[in-house]
């Protein structure tokens, strides 16, 4: 599941829109229902209106009628088409993945390629986290 979740992120990795940093990201990510949406990052002329790819990723799942985000993968080039290394998401994708997720179960996978990548628990890369179930 890994690898497809990874191949979907690649396939669509060259439509990340990202003239000003010139680091194209994409992601996939696998919902409740079985179904993978992906999505990459798309800037903006006035920078902090960007959007990252797991946020995008996640809100096309959600735009659909999904509520469950069981696992995501991340993937990123640089401008000369090198891979970007492992892609750990950011802060503020990291709450908006929360969520959508139980912590301790949701797999965030950072791939250079199909076979080559770092898998962590949401739990990890966001301790003590708040969540909707704060709110109830
Ligand atoms: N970026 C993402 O899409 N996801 C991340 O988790 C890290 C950063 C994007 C935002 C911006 O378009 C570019 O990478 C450089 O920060």
């Known amino acids: 599941m890994n690898e497809e979740l990874i191949r979907s992120a690649l396939d669509v990795l060259g439509n990340s ?6 680091f194209h990201v994409a992601a996939a990510v696998l919902a ?9 990052n798309v800037e903006n002329a006035s920078y ?7 946020c995008n990723a996640v ?5 659909c009628g999904e509520r469950r985000i069981r696992s995501i993968a991340i993937v990123s080039r640089d401008s000369n088409g090198n891979d970007g290394g492992y892609t750990s998401p950011c802060g503020i994708c990291r709450q908006v993945l929360r969520e959508f997720s139980d912590p301790k179960d949701l797999k965030v996978v950072m791939a250079r390629s199909e076979s080559d990548y770092r898998e962590m628990k949401l739990e990890e ?4 986290s708040f969540g909707p179930e704060n709110l109830k």
Request: some cysteine.
């Open 59 to 63: 809100a096309k799942a959600a735009s």
């Open 32 to 40: 409740g229902s079985g179904k993978i949406y992906s999505g990459v």
């Open 125 to 128: 890369l966001l301790p003590e």
């Open 48 to 54: 902090p209106a960007g959007i990252c790819a797991e």
């Open 17 to 22: 829109y990202a003239p000003y940093s010139g």
